[in-house]
């Protein structure tokens, strides 16, 4: 059965303005400079043992730059890179793997950058193993390891080899297939390459595969991104990410190849996002929420229908119970009430570890304040409301008390029928869905110290 958003662009323009995508709360904005590794470590001895982990891997280095690319990321050709990055990262590994206390399972592992499949597929499977003598992977049926692709990198047998070293979803960015478009973005995949990665991966058995998109890049239109919509429909990706391009030039270098005059004017843009929203709720794709559809059994979807979706760095996630821990440069770390960022070069990265120190770069640790609107934004992500009584209980705080301020800021949503505040709770309502993103914004009290260019805006 079909599933149709609420769609007014009068609505929507209205509303639209940058905030943050709210991987976290607070956001990496907001972390301190570390003066030392003592907190990471301190983090580490108090985290409980027995709770499950999640780890994610930064693979930084890519082959090619994608213009509109706000990665961080190591652009080179050269391969002999990689082998150094590995061995510094394994070093990292043991230090973190050593102040782990106990036996938890890794429920969860991500390899992402960058492009990890720069590596060879001798380091990927020297990489895994190296892993597993590590750590206890789960056997779970749910156990969800995936890793970022890119097409253009792909030996003969590297999609078999990451199946056969357990992968069991990859992820791929597609973002448009107008050869014109690709060439002003400088990523060009012919939709022979990608329709045949998605043969080979289907044949496979990955679990889920995921497509990403972008709207808003030059020289796109709504006719122009309806073929892509239609090619991409037809190869039936299990979630798909339609991200909105921001065109930040004086932020990410790359951008400046990127003829602001080529791009969508912000009318066309709207009208692309509503005609994509519409094509893939009839393409029977479920609206996850930020930008993100699945098919409606595809585990994020189901997830969400059961109220167990969570939202981390790795955006929406069904391993929510789980810490974080990331390995590798810029990477970022969730352990309890600690946020905890690496190095963001690799000389500051490789510094640190040289010193045998932990290589975090910044961090926070959040307040009880911070933990309640965190509960919040997060219900409202992902499951579209809160209860005031289930955050009494959580906090023990009288949370719409707490929560006054954000309540009264959210009015002008209220008159408007995108949010519905009663004495249970905060819901969005199917007029508010596309929104979910300004309603969390009210209950962000570091927002305002930032200048608005510092983020993306909404739509």
């Known amino acids: 059965m079909s599933e149709f958003l609420f769609w007014d662009p009068l609505l929507i323009q209205r509303y639209n303005k940058a905030g943050p995508r709210y991987t976290s709360y607070p956001t990496a904005v907001e972390f301190k400079p570390a003066v030392s590794d003592a907190d990471e470590r301190s983090a580490f001895a108090q985290r409980d043992p027995a709770k499950p982990l999640s780890l994610y891997l930064h693979i ?106 357990g992968f069991n979803r990859i992820s791929f960015g597609v973002q448009d297939l107008e050869h014109k478009v690709q060439e002003a973005v400088n990523r060009i995949q012919p939709e022979s390459m990608i329709r045949s990665v998605m043969l080979e991966a289907r044949e496979l058995g990955f679990r889920s595969i995921n497509m990403d998109l972008i709207y808003g890049l030059p020289f796109q239109s709504l ?20 991200f909105n391009y921001a065109h930040l030039p004086e932020r990410f270098k790359p951008q400046r190849r990127i003829n602001a005059e080529d791009l969508p004017d912000a009318g066309e843009k709207l009208a692309i996002l509503g005609h994509c929203i519409n094509k893939l709720s009839e393409a029977n794709y479920h609206y996850v929420g930020m930008d993100h559809f699945a098919k409606p059994d595809d585990e994020l979807a189901r997830a969400q229908a059961s109220g167990k979706l969570h939202r981390n760095f790795q955006g ?55 933990r309640l609107r965190r509960a919040v934004i997060s219900g409202l992500l992902c499951h579209l409301g809160v209860d005031f009584a289930v955050l009494d209980q959580q906090f023990g705080i009288d949370s719409r008390a707490a929560l006054a301020a954000s309540l009264t800021e959210l009015e002008p949503m209220v008159k408007d029928e995108l949010v519905e505040i009663s004495a249970s709770g905060i819901r969005i309502t199917e007029r508010g869905r596309l929104l979910s993103r300004n309603v969390c914004m009210a209950f962000d009290t570091y927002l305002q110290q930032h200048e608005q260019n510092r983020f993306s805006r909404a739509i």
């Open 316 to 370: 929406y996630t069904t391993h929510g119970n789980c810490d974080l821990i990331g390995f590798g440069i810029s990477s970022i770390s969730q352990i309890g009430d600690w946020y905890l960022q690496n190095q963001t070069t690799m000389d500051g990265y490789e510094e640190a570890l040289g010193l045998d120190q932990l290589p975090v770069m910044k961090q926070l640790h959040t307040s009880a304040d911070d």
């Open 223 to 242: 006719e122009t991104f309806d073929r892509t919509l239609d090619a991409i429909v037809d190869m039936s990706p299990d979630r798909l990410s339609v």
């Open 60 to 165: 930084p280095f890519c082959r090619h730059v994608c213009y509109y690319c706000g990665c961080n990321k190591i652009v080179t050709k050269d391969t002999s890179r990689s082998a150094p990055y590995l061995e510094i990262l394994k070093q990292e590994i043991r230090m973190k793997r050593a102040l782990l206390q106990g036996d938890a399972p890794v429920e969860q592992l991500h390899l992402g950058g960058g492009t990890p499949t720069f590596l060879t597929d001798e380091q990927l499977t020297e990489l895994m193993e190296f892993l597993r003598s590590q750590f206890r992977f789960s056997t779970a049926a749910d156990a969800d390891f995936s890793i970022e692709i890119d097409p253009r990198e792909l030996r003969p047998n590297t999609l078999k080899l990451l199946r056969q070293l």
